[in-house]
């Protein structure tokens, strides 16, 4: 079964000396974390990501500053999220299509992952993995 992202707000923590959040893996997301990553500098121009992962599921958050993610299974859905609050994210499961772009100049968009880095699990060409995706529709 291949899920549907959905997003995800945060409690804040907040007192007179500002704001706090807290993710904990299998608790405040539905994974384990293995790694994090953070993309930053990315001009307004530029479209990252572009990618489906066979295995990997993410929570993508824009600590600071915004951006856009697109997010398609290419077959039922395809919608953009803009990213855009420090305690707002977008889950992300595993097989399905993103993109990001629209950084803002002062974007950081903070990456949790459920896996450790493996380039081979990564489906780069849009091709491919709509026709994976056609398959799997058709089973
Ligand atoms: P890339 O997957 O192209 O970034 P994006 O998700 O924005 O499309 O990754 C950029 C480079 O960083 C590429 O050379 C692979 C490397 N990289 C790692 O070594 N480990 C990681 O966990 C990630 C996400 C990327």
Redesign the pocket.
């Known amino acids: 079964m291949i899920e549907k992202p959905y997003t995800v707000r945060f409690p804040q923590h907040g007192d007179e000396r500002g704001w706090l959040v807290v993710i904990e893996g299998n608790k405040d997301i539905p994974f384990d974390i293995k790694?994090i990553?953070y993309?930053y500098g990315s001009d307004s121009a530029v479209v990252?990501?572009?990618?489906a992962n066979r295995r990997s599921e993410f929570i993508l958050i824009n600590v600071c500053g915004t951006c856009k993610v697109r997010v398609t299974d290419s077959v039922s859905y395809d919608e953009v999220i803009t990213l855009d609050q420090p305690h707002e994210g977008i889950y992300i499961p595993r097989m399905v299509w993103k993109d990001?772009f629209a950084f803002s100049e002062d974007s950081i968009l903070l990456c949790l992952?459920s896996e450790a880095?493996d380039?081979e699990e990564?489906i780069r060409s849009y091709d491919k993995y709509s026709e994976l995706m056609r398959q799997n529709n058709e089973h």
């Open positions: 790694r990553f993309i990252r990501g572009q990618h990001m992952a880095y380039s990564y």
